[in-house]
């Protein structure tokens, strides 16, 4: 009822509020106090609370002013080599910046992760002017025993292992390398790598059970337990899943000192009310629903499947635990991940005991290796075997056909009805109570679940023009469920392909690429393709054909592309004028540039290509201007519904002969914020305004979605347009 509450109270306030937006990329002043400090890649991160701008006002004196920012905090990124101490505060001077908003489906919201967490924006390049005398006594010599670990790790182990075992007893994921996270999300065992249930159980309860054993009565037991529990949370940074483990703990040492008996029902409820109580808007973070789903499978769903997997063997309890946790998060790991590991059930019944080993060795060797280091050394071999494993374990998992399923974000009405399904399960089996019944039952509802979240049937073909800045991608997927690219690059964004356009296809349940045209090889428009021929195939996306501009002036750029693609498997395909690519119900027609034609300027050797399907017909032009608009305009006739506008908006393309020819009933841009070259020009806009009053722009509205069934159209911008044309 609660949880109830909360959503309807945030569905009138859906975005925290940021305490100051103003004074973006300017230098500026800040005191705050330090509540936490890490190093990663020799760079300085602080997280500071309570910030606050200061106005210098003379030589020596600086007044403090507050706005709306009192209580939320900022990150702070800065060079230096020492840092100040967990309760300090700072005076602090660096450059403003904003976290970045989301301006595609699927990509990661930098500034909504944060503002949920009651963060503001981040300081870089900073420098510390001044530091009090003050701090937090208990947190720093925390702080500095977590250090003193961590450089035990880093010491006895190598970077991967010692990233590794850092994410895993010390809740500081700086070390850990993008490619071990990924492998670890992808095998679904990213648990694993947070501070959660299974250390409380190992530390908190191990404690308390050694100190009955040894004589000392239940109330100091359990106090110590609660304590060292408590210390080690803070320690490891307070994350979420630490925060209701070490909830539940205390929750469960309190019933035994009471005499008490311990409901976990409740103690989830209660738990869950805590922290929603100190921060609403966690109910849309991951962690904590991804957290709480864990242990409520097990509280929950695992009881009703033991009527029909009921058996005392060890090794159908865990798997009977593991599926009630799958079952449980499925839909949250789809909506946030995009993806489901289809081995995770298999792969964490050897997972978890390993990790429960690993933890105690890990444990073992960084706080004890603090004073005996050999201890660290010699205990670093067996940890590195079972890293090792582990590893070997994902990487076969991952190999297997169907190793993972990308099946996109599920609509709101999916999650419902999956979780409606499993209610009536839950319901179901404790009134049939027949164990053959049960099992039938069971069976059809492990089957049901994950189709009503994979299961897919597209109605309409779906144009995208994604925001990756100053740059191109145009996606189109057909209603047959083959999709593609018509370019993608970008000169102003880095690792455009990981960040931006991948998390929208698999967003979208987009696997693989059937078709991908290149318009021509300048940075801006096939970077993003070369990135994902790069990057490791179990984190790209397939590209089965590669269709090029069949030009004679062929550059470096151009048969380096070929050469990876070809490594990479993908069948290569020449296009020019007149040739037609059919797929089904989608035609895609070329109309420049002609077959061997060389060219002095790349631009005007742009691929120009128009599609159609069943009626709606479009023009996808990458950067066409002079000569090749000209030809390109020979084959246009009739009325055109969407344009993709010629080079971000150049005042160089969109020939007033082109346009009066296409008259595009949308016309659309692709270019950068605050671009260097100043697109859309003003003259691109004058030409296009005589022609279509419908113009929209990635740069003021993300990412622009149209979606046909050849009749009717529905178009969709992902952010709202602030700015008029």
């Given at each position: 009822?609660?949880?109830?509450?909360?959503?309807?109270?945030?569905?009138?306030?859906?975005?925290?509020?940021?305490?100051?937006?103003?004074?973006?990329?300017?230098?500026?002043?800040?005191?705050?106090?330090?509540?936490?400090?890490?190093?990663?890649?020799?760079?300085?991160?602080?997280?500071?609370?309570?910030?606050?701008?200061?106005?210098?006002?003379?030589?020596?004196?600086?007044?403090?002013?507050?706005?709306?920012?009192?209580?939320?905090?900022?990150?702070?990124?800065?060079?230096?080599?020492?840092?100040?101490?967990?309760?300090?505060?700072?005076?602090?001077?660096?450059?403003?910046?904003?976290?970045?908003?989301?301006?595609?489906?699927?990509?990661?919201?930098?500034?909504?992760?944060?503002?949920?967490?009651?963060?503001?924006?981040?300081?870089?390049?900073?420098?510390?002017?001044?530091?009090?005398?003050?701090?937090?006594?208990?947190?720093?010599?925390?702080?500095?025993?977590?250090?003193?670990?961590?450089?035990?790790?880093?010491?006895?182990?190598?970077?991967?292992?010692?990233?590794?075992?850092?994410?895993?007893?010390?809740?500081?994921?700086?070390?850990?390398?993008?490619?071990?996270?990924?492998?670890?999300?992808?095998?679904?065992?990213?648990?694993?790598?947070?501070?959660?249930?299974?250390?409380?159980?190992?530390?908190?309860?191990?404690?308390?059970?050694?100190?009955?054993?040894?004589?000392?009565?239940?109330?100091?037991?359990?106090?110590?337990?609660?304590?060292?529990?408590?210390?080690?949370?803070?320690?490891?940074?307070?994350?979420?899943?630490?925060?209701?483990?070490?909830?539940?703990?205390?929750?469960?040492?309190?019933?035994?000192?009471?005499?008490?008996?311990?409901?976990?029902?409740?103690?989830?409820?209660?738990?869950?009310?805590?922290?929603?109580?100190?921060?609403?808007?966690?109910?849309?973070?991951?962690?904590?629903?991804?957290?709480?789903?864990?242990?409520?499978?097990?509280?929950?769903?695992?009881?009703?499947?033991?009527?029909?997997?009921?058996?005392?063997?060890?090794?159908?309890?865990?798997?009977?635990?593991?599926?009630?946790?799958?079952?449980?998060?499925?839909?949250?790991?789809?909506?946030?991940?995009?993806?489901?590991?289809?081995?995770?059930?298999?792969?964490?019944?050897?997972?978890?005991?390993?990790?429960?080993?690993?933890?105690?060795?890990?444990?073992?060797?960084?706080?004890?290796?603090?004073?005996?280091?050999?201890?660290?050394?010699?205990?670093?071999?067996?940890?590195?075997?079972?890293?090792?494993?582990?590893?070997?374990?994902?990487?076969?998992?991952?190999?297997?056909?169907?190793g993972s399923i990308v099946v996109g974000r599920p609509a709101w009405i999916r999650i419902i009805l999956y979780y409606l399904i499993l209610s009536l399960f839950l319901v179901l089996v404790q009134k049939i109570r027949d164990g053959?019944?049960?099992?039938?039952?069971?069976?059809?509802?492990?089957?049901?679940?994950?189709?009503?979240?994979?299961?897919?049937?597209?109605?309409?073909?779906?144009?995208?023009?994604?925001?990756?800045?100053?740059?191109?991608?145009?996606?189109?997927?057909?209603?047959?469920?083959?999709?593609?690219?018509?370019?993608?690059?970008?000169?102003?964004?880095?690792?455009?392909?990981?960040?931006?356009?991948?998390?929208?296809?698999?967003?979208?349940?987009?696997?693989?690429?059937?078709?991908?045209?290149?318009?021509?090889?300048?940075?801006?428009?096939?970077?993003?393709?070369?990135?994902?021929?790069?990057?490791?195939?179990?984190?790209?996306?397939?590209?089965?054909?590669?269709?090029?501009?069949?030009?004679?002036?062929?550059?470096?750029?151009?048969?380096?592309?070929?050469?990876?693609?070809?490594?990479?498997?993908?069948?290569?395909?020449?296009?020019?004028?007149?040739?037609?690519?059919?797929?089904?119900?989608?035609?895609?027609?070329?109309?420049?540039?002609?077959?061997?034609?060389?060219?002095?300027?790349?631009?005007?050797?742009?691929?120009?290509?128009?599609?159609?399907?069943?009626?709606?017909?479009?023009?996808?032009?990458?950067?066409?201007?002079?000569?090749?608009?000209?030809?390109?305009?020979?084959?246009?006739?009739?009325?055109?519904?969407?344009?993709?506008?010629?080079?971000?908006?150049?005042?160089?393309?969109?020939?007033?002969?082109?346009?009066?020819?296409?008259?595009?009933?949308?016309?659309?841009?692709?270019?950068?914020?605050?671009?260097?070259?100043?697109?859309?020009?003003?003259?691109?806009?004058?030409?296009?305004?005589?022609?279509?009053?419908?113009?929209?722009?990635?740069?003021?509205?993300?990412?622009?979605?149209?979606?046909?069934?050849?009749?009717?159209?529905?178009?969709?911008?992902?952010?709202?347009?602030?700015?008029?044309?």
């Amino acid at each position: 009822m609660y949880l109830i509450f909360t959503y309807l109270f945030l569905s009138l306030h859906p975005k925290p509020p940021y305490a100051d937006n103003s004074d973006d990329e300017q230098m500026i002043l800040i005191s705050g106090k330090v509540e936490n400090a890490a190093f990663k890649s020799d760079r300085l991160i602080l997280t500071i609370s309570d910030a606050r701008k200061i106005v210098k006002s003379g030589a020596e004196s600086y007044k403090y002013y507050k706005k709306n920012n009192e209580g939320h905090n900022i990150l702070v990124y800065s060079d230096e080599t020492k840092r100040p101490k967990i309760g300090a505060r700072i005076v602090i001077r660096g450059k403003k910046k904003l976290f970045e908003e989301a301006t595609n489906p699927g990509q990661m919201d930098m500034a909504r992760y944060y503002r949920n967490r009651g963060t503001d924006y981040m300081l870089n390049n900073a420098v510390i002017e001044n530091e009090s005398r003050e701090y937090d006594v208990i947190r720093e010599l925390l702080q500095c025993l977590k250090e003193k670990v961590l450089s035990v790790f880093n010491r006895s182990l190598n970077a991967d292992d010692a990233g590794i075992l850092q994410a895993m007893t010390l809740g500081d994921k700086n070390g850990l390398s993008d490619d071990i996270k990924g492998l670890y999300q992808r095998s679904g065992i990213s648990h694993s790598l947070v501070v959660s249930g299974l250390h409380i159980s190992l530390i908190g309860m191990g404690l308390y059970r050694l100190l009955i054993y040894l004589g000392i009565n239940e109330a100091l037991s359990g106090g110590a337990g609660i304590t060292v529990m408590l210390l080690y949370t803070v320690m490891t940074g307070s994350s979420l899943s630490a925060l209701r483990a070490f909830v539940m703990f205390s929750l469960g040492i309190l019933s035994r000192l009471i005499g008490r008996t311990y409901d976990i029902l409740s103690a989830i409820a209660f738990s869950s009310i805590i922290l929603l109580i100190a921060n609403p808007y966690y109910i849309y973070d991951p962690a904590f629903l991804l957290s709480f789903g864990a242990v409520t499978g097990v509280a929950v769903t695992e009881p009703a499947l033991a009527l029909s997997l009921n058996s005392d063997n060890n090794l159908i309890s865990a798997f009977r635990v593991s599926l009630a946790i799958n079952l449980t998060t499925l839909p949250v790991m789809a909506y946030f991940f995009f993806q489901i590991p289809v081995y995770s059930l298999v792969l964490n019944l050897a997972v978890i005991p390993l990790v429960g080993v690993l933890l105690v060795l890990a444990l073992i060797a960084g706080f004890l290796g603090c004073v005996i280091y050999p201890v660290a050394v010699l205990l670093s071999v067996p940890i590195h075997i079972i890293l090792f494993l582990i590893e070997r374990g994902c990487l076969v998992c991952q190999s297997l056909p169907f190793g993972s399923i990308v099946v996109g974000r599920p609509a709101w009405i999916r999650i419902i009805l999956y979780y409606l399904i499993l209610s009536l399960f839950l319901v179901l089996v404790q009134k049939i109570r027949d164990g053959w019944k049960n099992v039938a039952v069971t069976a059809g509802v492990v089957v049901l679940l994950p189709a009503v979240i994979c299961f897919r049937i597209p109605l309409k073909a779906e144009i995208t023009m994604i925001d990756v800045g100053q740059g191109l991608c145009v996606y189109i997927k057909n209603t047959n469920g083959h999709s593609c690219l018509f370019d993608c690059g970008s000169t102003d964004k880095k690792e455009i392909a990981r960040y931006t356009v991948i998390p929208f296809l698999r967003s979208q349940g987009t696997s693989s690429l059937d078709y991908v045209f290149i318009s021509h090889t300048d940075s801006d428009h096939y970077s993003g393709i070369k990135e994902m021929y790069e990057m490791d195939e179990s984190e790209s996306i397939r590209i089965k054909n590669l269709i090029m501009p069949d030009i004679g002036s062929k550059d470096a750029e151009y048969l380096e592309l070929i050469e990876i693609a070809g490594k990479s498997g993908s069948k290569i395909t020449y296009i020019s004028q007149g040739q037609h690519i059919k797929d089904g119900d989608l035609t895609f027609k070329c109309l420049n540039p002609g077959k061997n034609e060389i060219f002095e300027d790349k631009n005007t050797g742009s691929t120009v290509l128009e599609f159609e399907y069943k009626g709606y017909r479009g023009l996808l032009t990458g950067d066409v201007q002079y000569e090749g608009e000209l030809r390109a305009a020979g084959g246009l006739s009739g009325r055109y519904d969407y344009l993709q506008v010629a080079h971000h908006g150049s005042k160089n393309s969109s020939d007033p002969a082109f346009l009066k020819k296409a008259q595009p009933v949308v016309a659309m841009i692709s270019c950068g914020r605050n671009n260097s070259y100043s697109h859309p020009h003003r003259e691109a806009l004058d030409r296009l305004k005589t022609c279509s009053q419908r113009i929209y722009i990635t740069s003021r509205v993300g990412a622009i979605r149209v979606f046909t069934d050849g009749r009717k159209t529905i178009l969709k911008k992902y952010i709202n347009d602030l700015v008029n044309v």
